[in-house]
């Protein structure tokens, strides 16, 4: 997925929805990817199968363009089976799109309208486009809730830097600024394991920033590349040092992916960023100004 949530907690199911992909080039995120293979599956990127989710929990979908898979977000279903044998139940959810950078899939969140049961099992499950095709609801996810909801909100503990750079491809987002956090160090409180996006903020004309309304993007961790070998001339040279995972903010594919956040141009660029939760809960806001190099002032 573009900018993957941070390892290591990136679950598996997320991976896997990335199978029906081309090869990463140099381990390179999907917005690197031209096309598919073959027809991706959809995927649940939270709450992962192996972790209990709360009971206020958001459901977050890998969801590949409409296909013979299904239609949208408005084809997803989320459906408790109390057990085995028993007629599974539809949960009435608010289906909406977040992010803008996750390649090749469209990240939905399902926010159930309810909160959900404890100890029960749940599926996620989309409704195939063509009535024709059977079944006509594919079950692709499943999960466990545990006894209580999730009220702490996250923090984000550390940023060890903050650059601007530019667009991937010259050709085509040659003015298009990124901001960096480098090392972006958050965690949970409540939840050790928690599996954390990122909201993006950007402030108005007037420098305002206002995080009560919805995010601009939400992203997920780039995790930094391998350290290189040690070298053969200098078997006993200190490692490099640790680097933690980045959020890389603005528009990656400026040529084929219009609807990525742009970021001004410059003279600069002010934004808010905070972590949230599979619960929706979010951290205080941090706040990012940088000037933009080489834009007219």
């Known amino acids: 997925m573009g900018r993957l949530i941070s390892a290591p907690n990136a679950p598996p199911a997320a991976l896997a929805a990335l199978?029906?992909?081309a090869l990463w080039a140099g381990g390179a995120s999907p917005e690197a990817v031209a096309c598919p293979v073959v027809e991706p599956k959809p995927s649940v990127l939270t709450p992962a199968r192996e972790v209990e989710a709360s009971l206020n929990?958001?459901?977050?979908?890998?969801?590949?363009p409409e296909g013979r898979y299904g239609g949208g977000p408005g084809a997803l279903r989320l459906r408790a089976r109390p057990g085995p044998g028993v007629e599974p139940r539809e949960i009435a959810v608010r289906a909406r799109p977040l992010g803008s950078a996750w390649g090749y899939f469209s990240l939905v969140e399902l926010t159930p309208l309810a909160p959900l049961a404890p100890s029960t099992r749940y599926?996620?499950?989309?409704?195939r486009s063509d009535p024709q095709q059977q079944p006509p609801l594919v079950v692709f996810g499943a999960f466990r809730t545990g006894g209580s909801a999730d009220t702490t909100a996250p923090r984000i503990e550390s940023v060890?830097?903050?650059?601007?750079?530019?667009?991937?491809?010259p050709a085509c987002t040659p003015d298009t600024p990124q901001v960096v956090l480098e090392g972006l160090e958050a965690r949970d409180p409540g939840r050790p394991k928690a599996q954390l996006l990122f909201g993006v903020w950007l402030a108005d004309?007037?420098?305002?920033?206002?995080?009560?309304?919805?995010p601009d993007d939400i992203l997920g961790l780039d995790e930094p590349p391998p350290p290189p070998p040690p070298s053969p001339d200098a078997p006993n040279a200190a490692p490099p040092p640790k680097v933690g995972p980045s959020l890389v903010i603005g528009r990656r594919r400026g040529c084929d992916d219009p609807s990525a956040l742009a970021l001004p141009a410059g003279p600069s660029i002010a934004l808010g960023v905070a972590a949230i939760d599979e619960a929706g809960n979010a951290s205080a806001l941090r706040r990012v100004k940088v000037a933009v190099p080489g834009a007219p002032r």
């Open 160 to 169: 060890a830097g903050v650059k601007v750079q530019r667009g991937d491809d």
């Open 57 to 64: 929990e958001r459901v977050r979908v890998l969801l590949p």
């Open 123 to 127: 599926e996620v499950a989309l409704v």
């Open 205 to 214: 004309a007037s420098g305002n920033i206002d995080p009560s309304r919805p």
């Open 19 to 21: 199978a029906g992909l």
